[in-house]
């Protein structure tokens, strides 16, 4: 008797318990990842290269668009150019930078799919690195990053381990003479 109370009782409990974690993990807080390639370089390729006026222009524009937007985490790669993009942001946020080698996006997408919840983080890469970081964390294929464009702005939501919506916009960058692309 004891046991066939038992059963029925879980047959009831089971499904009530299903429903309450499956809401528990659709409540659960979305992690958000803003992707932007690096600010307009001086010259060369070479990682000790680092952004040009235009650039340092952007960067600031930059720091002002994400000044409110909840980032607590940066990461850039070892290149000058990621790492001077970052700065004014990081400066006024009082973050310091991760620096992760641009060659290790699985490293990368793990600290980003295991990093807190709230808040978002700011990643600052490459042409092509960006897109194969948005592939790995589950938004698709992007358009390719051309060589002379830097004002592309991805807003990832992390919505499970192998789903993403992505969110492309486009921000603008300094001209001679002032604000334009």
């Not at 807190?116 to 600052?124: E, N």
Request: proline share 6%.
């Amino acid at each position: 008797m004891m046991p066939n109370f038992l059963v029925r009782v879980g047959r009831l409990v089971l499904p009530v318990l299903m429903v309450v974690w499956s809401s528990a993990t659709a409540a659960a807080p979305a992690r958000t990842v803003i992707l932007v390639r690096h600010a307009e370089r001086a010259g060369g390729m070479s990682a000790d290269v680092g952004i040009s006026e235009a650039g340092r222009c952007r960067a600031e524009l930059l720091a002002k668009m994400l000044a409110d937007a909840g980032v607590n985490r940066i990461y850039t790669s070892e290149a000058a150019r990621t790492q001077q993009t970052a700065e004014p942001l990081a400066k006024k946020l009082k973050i310091l930078p991760e620096i992760v080698p641009s060659k290790d996006i699985d490293g990368l997408v793990s600290r980003l799919r295991t990093g807190a919840p709230d808040g978002a983080a700011l990643v600052i890469g490459h042409s092509n690195t960006l897109p194969e970081i948005i592939r790995q964390m589950g938004g698709g294929s992007v358009t390719p990053i051309g060589d002379g464009e830097y004002d592309r702005l991805f807003i990832v939501s992390l919505i499970d381990q192998n789903q993403a919506t992505v969110i492309t916009l486009h921000y603008a960058g300094c001209a001679p003479g002032g604000l334009g692309r």
